[in-house]
T-cell receptor, first 113, second 111 residues
Framework: GAGVSQSPSNKVTEKGKDVELRCDPI?????LYWYRQSLGQGLEFLIY????????KSGLPSDRFSAERTGGSVSTLTIQRTQQEDSAVYLC???????????FGQGTRLTVV | KQEVTQIPAALSVPEGENLVLNCSFT??????LQWFRQDPGKGLTSLLL?????REQTSGRLNASLDKSSGRSTLYIAASQPGDSATYLC??????????FGTGTRLKVLA
């Protein structure tokens, strides 16, 4: 596609449920990132993929968060047993390689009620 | 720990003015610096990427400069327009991949 695509654009879930957020990066981009933007806060790094490998998972807030990337393309961020503090906009970005310009998707707004 | 600060936090200017947004960072050992804009409820749009070996980049009415030694970058917007209204974010790349973001400058250009 022309840009980074994320789905769903909005997700409302009940506390305790699991959610999956999807990211389709720009074709050919080997680097993929997940960030989180909480209300009134800056962007927080979650995880970085190079190909299908995640050399840096240091930003994942807890073991309820996990992410995978398959075929060097699509990535899924999974949050288990969601909590209200997980409510945020989750942004995905990709770049041709990690030192190239990063392009962001429109984000998934997650609301945990 | 790398910290990125953007000043001012908010700015309101009349249409046509030239303006400067500031970004400062505490650790000069950065790889790249990238400027983004974010419209309300939207994702980030890349504006300019400055590599560590570069001093400035230009795109249309935008010019970004980088002074690594002083830990500063500026984004210059010429002849501002109402459509430039957005939040502007700078991000420094620590190592070869992780971006550390500033908290942004909210710009409003009045018609």
């Amino acid at each position: 596609g022309a840009g980074v695509s994320q789905s769903p654009s909005n997700k409302v879930t009940e506390k305790g449920k699991d959610v999956e957020l999807r990211c389709d990066p720009i074709s050919g981009h080997t680097a993929l990132y997940w960030y989180r933007q909480s209300l009134g806060q800056g962007l927080e790094f979650l995880i970085y993929f190079q190909g299908n490998s995640a050399p840096d998972k240091s930003g994942l807030p807890s073991d309820r968060f996990s992410a995978e990337r398959t075929g060097g393309s699509v990535s899924t961020l999974t949050i288990q047993r969601t909590q209200q503090e997980d409510s945020a906009v989750y942004l995905c970005a990709s770049s041709l390689a990690s030192w190239y310009e990063a392009f962001f998707g429109q984000g998934t707004r997650l609301t945990v009620v | 720990k790398q910290e990125v600060t953007q000043i001012p936090a908010a700015l309101s200017v009349p249409e046509g003015e030239n303006l400067v947004l500031n970004c400062s960072f505490t650790d000069s050992a950065i790889y790249n610096l990238q400027w983004f804009r974010q419209d309300p409820g939207k994702g980030l749009t890349s504006l300019l990427l400055i590599q560590s070996s570069q001093r400035e980049q230009t795109s249309g009415r935008l010019n970004a400069s980088l002074d690594k030694s002083s830990g500063r970058s500026t984004l210059y917007i010429a002849a501002s327009q109402p459509g430039d209204s957005a939040t502007y974010l700078c991000a420094v790349q620590k190592g070869t991949y992780k971006y550390i973001f500033g908290t942004g400058t909210r710009l409003k250009v009045l018609a």
